[in-house]
């Protein structure tokens, strides 16, 4: 059984950073796209950043490009995302999401229904 675990969430002034880890553990395969997707209150779940584990091929949505960095570590099974020059509109509840679907990264943020495995989530609070 896949499982998630994200961790490094927490409360940050606007202008902060914050990184957040996803260890997973259980893949069948060693094809997997691992994303993040956050939820605010009152709003549907979206995509953020997603990278894939055959070369590290990666997608960002317009409110993290150019801010936020994914990232994986082969050694630790676990995929980073670096949250930098964070705002107000960042705070969420932001969830790891893995799928082992023949999919690439190109539009995997779009649906959510393409992750059969997702973790408990973690709170980010953009905050003075």
């Known amino acids: 059984q896949v499982q998630l675990v994200e961790s490094g969430g927490g409360l940050v002034q606007p202008g902060g950073s914050l990184r957040l880890s996803c260890t997973f553990s259980g893949f069948t395969e060693t094809y997997w796209v691992i994303a993040w997707f956050r939820q605010a209150p009152g709003k549907e779940r979206e995509g953020v950043s997603c990278?894939?584990?055959?070369?590290?091929?990666?997608w960002h949505e317009e409110s993290a490009k150019g801010r936020f960095t994914i990232s994986r570590d082969v050694a630790r099974d676990t995929v980073y995302l670096q949250m930098d020059n964070l705002e107000p509109e960042d705070t969420a509840v932001y969830y790891c999401a893995a799928t082992q679907r023949a999919i690439t990264v190109f539009g995997a943020l779009r649906n959510v229904a393409l992750y059969d495995f997702w973790g408990r989530g973690a709170q980010v609070t953009v905050s003075t």
């Open positions: 990278i894939s584990s055959h070369d590290g091929s990666e």
